[in-house]
């Protein structure tokens, strides 16, 4: 084959639709591979955010377990000072009234005490 004849092949509509058909087909297959794999690694990232979601709802579901369960002892401790402050306020009310009861004792002594003084001092003026 002369230089004159590979030129007139190189030069000819057959070579040239070849060629474009490769090339055509080497894109094709390019652009395919690029797809699945761009697929493939969706899908990957898709199984990854399906996982890590199922841990938030996991996470989430312990941490209102652990939230009730605080909730549940706050409410009990709650109670326990509400009746706390009832007895308080009960013995409370009773030292008022032992006071008031002894208040009135002292005064009804000091009272008397100085009625006593009274009928002593007026016998002493006459």
């Known amino acids: 084959m002369s230089i004159k004849e590979i030129l007139a092949v190189a030069n000819s509509e057959v070579v040239f639709a070849v060629l474009f058909i490769v090339g055509l087909y080497s ?10 794999e761009q697929k493939e690694e969706n899908n990957k990232r898709e199984e990854q955010l399906f996982e890590m979601y199922r841990q938030q709802l996991e996470a989430s579901a312990r941490r209102e377990a652990e939230l009730m369960k605080n909730l549940e002892k706050n409410t009990e401790q709650l109670g326990n000072i509400a009746e706390t402050l009832k007895e308080v306020q009960r013995n409370l009310g009773k030292l008022e009234d032992k006071v008031e009861t002894n208040f009135m004792a002292v005064w009804k002594e000091l009272g008397s005490k100085a009625d006593k003084n009274d009928l002593k001092g007026v016998g002493k003026c006459d």
Request: aromatic content about 10%.
């Open 27 to 36: 894109v094709a297959r390019y652009v395919q591979t690029a797809l699945r």
